[in-house]
């Protein structure tokens, strides 16, 4: 295993708090390789967040490879099974990173999660997947 020390070490001194995003990115369709795709998709973009020094919590990342234990290959558990989880994690984050790939405006997960993060007064914003390192 190679080490990479170029990064930036985000976690480097105590403090109170942290400044996290919430890495909101489309999963649920009933096509496998798109569900691929976007996992695909938002761990690079989490990736990039974290080269910039951020900390950052990318769901899909997470749960995309428990997705397919619980659920099979083929099948997905949908985007409802995850709302606990999800919550869990968004109160503690500080601000929600939306990954607009295809689909994002339809997702109703990522539709419940800007609302919550609109309800709480947190700062939203957009990246797009064509501006992330690769």
Known sequence: ????????????????????????????????????????????AAADLIRQGRIVYSPITMTHPIDMVLAGAANTLG????????????????????????????SRGIAREIAYFKKLGKPISYISPNHLAK
């Not at 070490?9 to 569900?35: E, F, Q």
């Not at 985007?79 to 339809?106: P, Q």
């Open 1 to 44: 295993m190679t080490v990479v020390s170029t990064l930036t070490k985000p976690l480097v001194g105590l403090k109170a708090a942290y400044n996290v995003i919430y890495l909101a990115c489309p999963y649920t369709d009933p096509n496998p390789s798109v569900r691929k795709s976007r996992f695909e998709a938002a761990t690079i």
């Open 79 to 106: 985007s409802d099974y995850w709302v606990t989880f999800d919550e869990a994690f968004m109160v503690m984050c500080s601000e929600i990173v939306v990954l607009k790939v295809d689909g994002w405006e339809k």
